[in-house]
């Protein structure tokens, strides 16, 4: 008797199921797949739970990382008993970033890194790094690419701060704050710059839908957190009513309102700029000074305005989003293959299978190029094009790793997926491997950073998304009782340029001019750069190293 219904289809998946893992890789919820696919909800519930059925993975995070084992001498004999052979799924995008972080708070979505170090072997089939000594800046393929390679641990270096949006993998929510860590003295300091709970909005009133007239309270949460390369501006989404709608991750209810901050500081004070009240409202990229983009809805519609004034701006194809804003133009970028624009024109082509996580300047060239960050069947890619699309160079890595910021010099920071075998002392148990990390160009290397990321309650096990770098070295604000003041001339009757709260780094001037560090300027005044980009002197006696 012939079976009835659906034959079973010869491919680990469906081809809906590739459709649903494909857009659970680009960060969508639940109702957004619904949405995009014209199903009900209870049906991606479905195929979700036949995809984590059918990979074998316990998350929709742990799906997000999932690709094809290698396939051993035998698996073309078992294919041709069960059809096609399985296609190669898209590791696609993880977030929309500006300078930063974005918008989809459930950055969280670049659940990347949820392989779990363990005994500091990596498990048998998967996609692996080469344990190959560091690559020469003369190994270099004949199209020009360079494989990078996972190397050891290193610490955070003395003259970066990194900003760092937290969250966890496996609570499937928004951002939960933004950290900054950095070295002070001999000691890395790791510690949380921005608390949406505790910003002075007050708990966040939301409607009981199936009970008229009831109002239950939750907190405040965070949805897009965007930055400078330089975080002399950092820009964040604050759910304060309802649920906004934000954050890639929460349902909208009527009556929404996403407040949006900024620091100019280093994230050590914000201010609110301004309300969106018509759901959503999450900061998608940094434009220039007091300026970024936002995303909200309109009736069944989303649109992307600049804030503040919501001057409407239309990308030059229906479907694209904001990566960053560089040279003046917008970049954007596909949700659906490896397309990228600056302004209005096509800017490259990387390819159908290739999803384009982040865009960034590439700095110290004397002519505009851009970096950006590819997801590809095979691991991931750093290209850097010049202003007219033209490849300029090419790096290639085995497992997901996305650059960042550029530090200059061929140094750039951002996340890996690291090989826990190359380091020289072993992961706490349960940490994941997916880290912050330097990108050493030249060397070939990709060197995770483990101090800072792997003790601490709030930082461990989280995103931890490297979305912009302060530079150092460093002279921290302290025991002011109120702010520091930045005068124009070291003397106390200067005219005071800014004012720096408690907290507040400040560029050593002296130190990075590669003068005599500690050295005051005269009577006790040394010379400092703010975060938001003054040149002054300030007293030595509120200043520590």
């Given at each position: 008797m012939k079976r009835r219904g659906r034959p079973r289809h010869p491919d680990i998946l469906t081809p809906r199921e590739w459709e649903v893992l494909a857009l659970l890789r680009d960060g969508l919820a639940n109702p957004e797949i619904a949405e995009r696919l014209g199903v009900t909800r209870d049906a991606v519930k479905y195929h979700v739970s036949e995809i984590l059925s059918k990979l074998g993975v316990a998350s929709r995070e742990e799906a997000a990382l999932w690709r094809p084992r290698e396939r051993p001498w035998w698996a073309a004999a078992f294919a041709a008993l069960g059809g096609a052979a399985s296609r190669l799924p898209i590791v696609a995008k993880g977030?929309?970033?500006?300078?930063?972080?974005?918008?989809?708070?459930?950055?969280?979505?670049?659940?990347y890194g949820v392989l779990r170090s363990g005994d500091g072997e990596n498990e048998k089939g998967t996609d692996v790094?080469?344990?190959?000594?560091?690559?020469s800046p003369g190994d270099v393929r004949a199209s020009g690419e360079r494989t990078l390679v996972s190397g050891s641990e290193i610490s955070v270096l003395e003259s970066y701060a990194l900003i760092v949006v937290t969250g966890c993998f496996q609570c499937d929510g928004p951002n939960t704050g933004i950290a900054r860590v950095y070295k002070l003295g001999d000691s890395v300091v790791s510690e949380i710059i921005l608390d949406p709970t505790k910003l002075g909005f007050g708990?966040?009133?939301?409607?009981?839908?199936?009970?008229?007239?009831?109002?239950?309270?939750?907190?405040?949460?965070?949805?897009?957190?965007?930055?400078?390369?330089?975080?002399?501006?950092?820009?964040?989404?604050?759910?304060v009513q309802e649920r906004c709608g934000i954050g890639g991750m929460n349902a909208l209810t009527p009556g929404s309102q996403t407040a949006i901050v900024r620091s100019t500081d280093g994230g050590v004070t914000w201010t609110e700029m301004g309300r969106v009240g018509a759901g959503g409202g999450d900061v998608i990229a940094t434009v220039g000074p007091g300026r970024v983009i936002v995303t909200f809805h309109e009736g069944d519609s989303s649109v992307l305005a600049y804030f503040p004034g919501f001057e409407r701006l239309t990308p030059p194809e229906p479907g694209l989003s904001p990566l960053a804003s560089i040279g003046g133009r917008v970049v954007w970028h596909s949700f659906e293959n490896g397309r990228v624009w600056l302004g209005d024109e096509l800017l490259r082509d990387f390819g159908d299978s290739v999803r384009v996580t982040y865009a960034f300047e590439v700095f110290a060239q004397p002519e505009l190029q851009i970096g950006f960050a590819l997801q590809t069947p095979g691991g991931s890619e750093l290209r850097v094009v010049d202003s007219s699309g033209q490849e300029v160079s090419s790096?290639?890595?085995?497992?997901?790793?996305?650059?960042?910021?550029?530090?200059?010099?061929?140094?750039?920071?951002?996340?890996?997926?690291?090989?826990?075998?190359?380091?020289?002392?072993?992961?706490?148990?349960?940490?994941?491997?997916?880290?912050?990390?330097?990108?050493?160009?030249?060397?070939?290397?990709?060197?995770?950073?483990?101090?800072?990321?792997?003790t601490?309650?709030?930082?461990?096990?989280?995103?931890?998304?490297?979305?912009?770098?302060?530079?150092?070295?460093?002279?921290?604000?302290?025991?002011?009782?109120?702010c520091l003041n930045v005068r124009e001339t070291p003397d106390s009757a200067a005219a005071v340029i800014e004012c720096v709260?408690?907290?507040?780094?400040?560029?050593?001037?002296?130190?990075?001019?590669?003068l005599v560090a500690q050295t005051p300027v005269a009577d006790g005044w040394l010379e400092v750069w703010t975060p938001s980009g003054h040149r002054g002197y300030a007293s030595a006696e509120f200043l520590q190293r």
């Open positions: 977030v929309t970033i500006g300078a930063s972080v974005a918008a989809l708070a459930g950055l969280g979505l670049l659940a790094v080469s344990t190959a000594p560091p690559t708990p966040r009133p939301e409607t009981i839908r199936k009970s008229p007239g009831g109002i239950t309270e939750g907190q405040p949460y965070v949805g897009g957190v965007v930055a400078t390369p330089d975080a002399s501006e950092i820009w964040a989404s604050i759910c790096y290639r890595y085995g497992r997901l790793a996305l650059a960042h910021v550029d530090l200059g010099k061929g140094l750039m920071v951002g996340n890996a997926d690291i090989d826990s075998s190359r380091l020289s002392q072993p992961l706490p148990d349960g940490s994941l491997t997916w880290l912050p990390a330097f990108f050493y160009l030249t060397s070939g290397e990709i060197r995770p950073i483990v101090d800072g990321f792997t601490g309650s709030f930082l461990r096990n989280g995103r931890n998304h490297v979305i912009a770098a302060q530079t150092g070295p460093f002279l921290r604000a302290a025991n002011t009782g109120s709260a408690d907290g507040v780094l400040l560029l050593d001037a002296a130190s990075a001019s590669r």
